[in-house]
T-cell receptor, first 113, second 111 residues
Framework: LAKTTQPISMDSYEGQEVNITCSHN???????ITWYQQFPSQGPRFIIQ???TKVTNEVASLFIPADRKSSTLSLPRVSLSDTAVYYC??????????????FGKGTMLLVSP | ETGVTQSPTHLIKTRGQQVTLRCSSQ?????VSWYQQALGQGPQFIFQ???????GRGNFPPRFSGLQFPNYSSELNVNALELDDSALYLC??????????FGPGTRLTVL
């Protein structure tokens, strides 16, 4: 299983763009990159998934370079409610409900006023 | 549509006791996965049930066992509780190959 490395914590202010980078040097050809968000005392929630280049949805963008050994989750104009732990996962695509999700320790993002 | 629910929300047990945690899947979902999340760590996969059969298991000892019922709700049973079993236990449901949706978890404290 591909391991991921992300910063333990990050600080930001409201309205700023936040970029969280994840390293996954041993990513396999079939692996997708998926990001989850988790608030205290809640289960993780899917944010975005990609395979290569750039993916954008209503809450975030995901940038993946050609070698796919890293990825960057970009949160535009964060608010206080974006304070959470963000997990980077590599493995089966979101559609594989049979598959297991392998979480690392995540990045604790603290957004201040 | 009701989301994934878990009960109880909090539980305190002592070493050596047994515990049963419950999960109600989101409507229409037939697959349930259980995860253990220790403080400051990411969730770790325990096992998965699909249509009442165990469909995969993580690196957890046999004293962690589970059940899935015909209505696709599920139970996680832990025997001979140890201090290190203190954690947030998360249940996630899905429909076959669709996305997994997590419940709010059960906080278990073992004294």
């Amino acid at each position: 299983l591909a391991k991921t490395t992300q910063p333990i914590s990050m600080d930001s202010y409201e309205g700023q763009e936040v970029n969280i980078t994840c390293s996954h040097n041993n990513i396999a050809t079939n692996d997708y990159i998926t990001w989850y968000q988790q608030f205290p005392s809640q289960g993780p929630r899917f944010i975005i998934q990609g395979y290569k280049t750039k993916v954008t949805n209503e809450v975030a963008s995901l940038f993946i370079p050609a070698d796919r050994k890293s990825s960057t989750l970009s949160l535009p104009r964060v608010s206080l409610s974006d304070t959470a732990v963000y997990y980077c996962l590599v493995g089966d695509r979101r559609g594989s409900g049979y598959s297991t999700l392998t979480f690392g320790k995540g990045t604790m993002l603290l957004v201040s006023p | 549509e009701t989301g994934v629910t878990q009960s109880p929300t909090h539980l305190i047990k002592t070493r050596g006791q047994q515990v049963t945690l419950r999960c109600s899947s989101q409507s229409g979902h037939n697959t349930v996965s259980w995860y253990q999340q220790a403080l400051g760590q990411g969730p770790q996969f325990i096992f998965q049930y699909y249509r009442e059969e165990e469909n995969g298991r993580g690196n957890f000892p046999p004293r962690f066992s589970g059940l899935q019922f015909p209505n696709y709700s599920s139970e996680l049973n832990v025997n001979a509780l140890e201090l290190d079993d203190s954690a947030l236990y998360l249940c996630a449901s899905s429909f076959r190959s669709d996305e997994q949706f997590f419940g709010p978890g059960t906080r278990l404290t073992v004294l």
